[in-house]
């Protein structure tokens, strides 16, 4: 099994005016709960100034934000309403993130960090989870009932067998890719491990919108994900002190087979 | 009774083809109705199935590693090499799910219907369309287009080969992830398999196609539009469809869209008249066995009654003909227990007999009497003839007789007798008039006489009667016993009448004891009791048979030639015409018993008048007259004359006719006695005659001696002439007193 080691400490001295114009932005929206917050204290808050911003919304398809079905013949044992009744929750499956040459060269002195996807409820929490390469994600047990997590994807293939709740297992990515992780028990278990080459990446809030507030200038490639949805990117130029904006809908365009 | 029985099974045959016809229609009508109900049940249910497989395929999608395998199938890049082992781990999955379930075919296409995995148990490959997302149920699987069963099912075509599908979206974490299509091949398998489950014929359509059939009766060119609507039900306003002349009831199961837009049905067919036959077959056959039963018995029923009322009637019958067979026409039905019909006819029958045996007892009434009064006449002839042979034997005799008599008279009036001739003289006096009451006793037989009545002394009567049978008694060593209770007992009455009634008796006694008797014993005793004198006859023989009868004209119990049973019959003449009466019984202790009584002569002694005893002055005066005696025997003239002269008389005397003529003629005669038989052709009767014409005056001066007195015409004669007549044999006294009294008349009437 690989282990790829994505440090976000490394990261940091470089991109401190970047971070320090980000923790501007978070003060600024200070509406922007969970991962969004998440990221923006864990991310590049104390990335330097001198940067330029990005700023962006992300709009989702009927198709993606209304769930059309939900056949389980399993019983809900939260007993809550199925997502289906929430489709503005599923904005938070949606992953921004940057790519570009120049922010791979930053790849190596990030440090690497560790990661939760929890199983609560006979879901993984998040559903999302994008990580920069290298980092370790541990698989807790929130359920009263056994799980195991696996994955067939190419970028991490593995099987944490069965554990109970309270245990954890924990696997280590490496290399960039789309890790889709299941339950060998529990069929409609599903989810996402997001192993991406650097740490500019976010999650839109509520609304949709999301905020980079301090990049080094440069031209990037924005790319806006969703599991359901080819990625769209964007080509976009930052220039210290400007802020760029870039909005997303998914999908841009009815989806060709692709064979 | 042929054409009762053959309209009756006429009206029964058509009775029941209507019922049948009836019957028939209700069947079908409600046989169409049950299928119809039955099929669509059956329906519900194989759609039941069908939403079954819906449901287990679903299961059958929740296996993790398929999911797994497909979603990560999706998200990796094409390029990279774990794809083939990803879509290797989709084909293994469906092919496990497609034994699992024993399906023919197995498809598991991706979210955006691009096949993945292809399954099926045929060497040939499946070829599936190329669009196969678009079709219907596939994309509706993953639209997720309100999820209905009907829209899940579909009809697949490979090549030749149709596949009835359903297919189920995989879904994952609410989205779907991809489709699993499964379904069975509808062949020729198939579709018999159908016909086992669902027990009927099924037709498989696709739009009017018929694709398959497990119908015998549907040939290839039934396979057209035509039939198709016909099954369709589009013509829908039956509950059957017919095909080829058989009718069907139809119901429909759609089984969804093939890829063409075509509609895929299975019609279910149950034909209807197989069962419309069979159940109105059964229904006729128990329908014809409770009307030949309901036959049978009534048929039993009628015969029993019949039998109920025609057995008492045979019976009757039976005994009418035994009846009538029969000389006793008394017996009576016994049919107080029978029906009522043989209760009238048997009173009618009963009094049909009662008449009938009326009649015949009348008419047998009427022969007996018929006979009696032909033996009566037999009797009356016998006795005509008798009376005419006594009454000669009669004359003969008392002409001798009246000699005898007269002369004895004289002879002993005359006083010059020495007493020992005197005494032989009186004795031979009393013989000869024993004679001359013998003969009168003949007479009396003959004529029925009833003799003259005087008053008499029955014990004396009695006594003489049984001396003259003692003898034989004795003789017999019968005991013969006479036993009156007193010396005398005086009745008016005949005497030789009365002696011929107990003369009868002893000689009735005579004969019983003769017959059978221990101590043979008779028994005569005679009292007087209360103004009556009672006689009785008690004999120790062995009884009447029949004591009512004996005094029957005829009735005897003799051996035939022995008796003429007219002995007892003339008694009881005898005792009536004496105003007695005679009872008949049997004794207790054995023998017969005659009780006669007769009115004690006291009684009657007033209503006789005594005979004027002829005067003492007038008989001893001498009779002066001439006299002329006409009688042809010697010795009766001789002794008239000497009769004649005796009293003083002057008698001429004649022997005919013809000879008293010319003495009449020649002299004045005072008397003439003429005799009424006269020889020589001039009668009596004749001698009268000529007197009564040319003498008038003398006709009261004659005196008539006949010694015929049984003879009817001279009874008649002297009856009309009203003459003083003298029967011979007479008495010297009765002819001098005669002769006396005729003279005393004539100087009277002067």
Redesign the interface.
Known sequence: MKRFQIGAQSLLSPALPILFGMAIVVILTLATPGIADERAEDGPSKASAGGGALRGSVTLGPRLMARKMRFSLYPDLSGVAPPAAQPAAEIRNVVIYLSSPALDALRSTEPSRTFRMEQRNESFVPHVLPVMKGSTVEFPNGDPIYHNVFSLSRVASFDLGRYPRGASRSIRFDEPGVVKVFCHIHSDMSGVVLVLDNPFFTAPGPEGSFDFPDLPPGEYTVTAWHERARPVRRQVVIQAGRTSSVDFAIPLEDVPVSD | MLFGTLVTLLAVAFAFALLSVGIRRQTRAHLADLLAQNQKTVLALQKRSLGELLTTS??MT????L???M??YE??S?A???RAD?LA?VQSELDRIRLLLGKDLAVITD????ILAVSFDLSTPVQLPRDF?SIAFVRRAL??SP?TEDSSFGVLRSGETTYQVGCV?I??????IGTLTLGNRMDRAYLADMRKTLQSDVVLLLGDRVLGSTLAALPEAAKSSQAGEALLGRSSSRDWVEIEGEQFVAATLSLGQAQQGDDARLVLLRPLGGEVTQASRSMLLTLCLCGLLALISSGILAWRVSRLVLDPLERFVAFVREVAHSPDHSRRFQGSEESAEVRTLNQAFALLMDSLQEHEQRILLQAREEMLRVERLKESEKLASLGRMLSGAAHEINNPLTGVVGNLDILLRSTSLDPAARERLAKMQKEAHRIVGLVKNLLKVAHRDTGQRSRLDLIQVLRETVELRRHDFTAAGFELRFEPALSHLPVHGNELELQQVFLNLINNAYDALKEAAREPHLVIRARSEEGTAVVTFEDGGPGMKDPRKVFDHFYTTKEIGKGTGLGLSITHAIVQSHGGRIVAENRREGGARFVLSFPLASALAETTTPSPAPSASSAAAPVSANILVVEDEYTILELQMAILSSVGATPAGVATGIEALQHLQRREYQLVILDLRLPGGFSGQELYRWIEKNRPALLRRIIFVTGDSASESARAFLEQSGRRFLMKPFTVEDYVHAVRETLDDLRHAA
């Open positions: 679903r299961l929740e296996s993790p590693t999911r797994a395998a979603e990560t998200t990796e094409p990279a090499g774990s990803l781990t979210s955006r219907g691009s997302g639209d997720g999820f979206p879904v994952l974490q609410d989205f779907p």
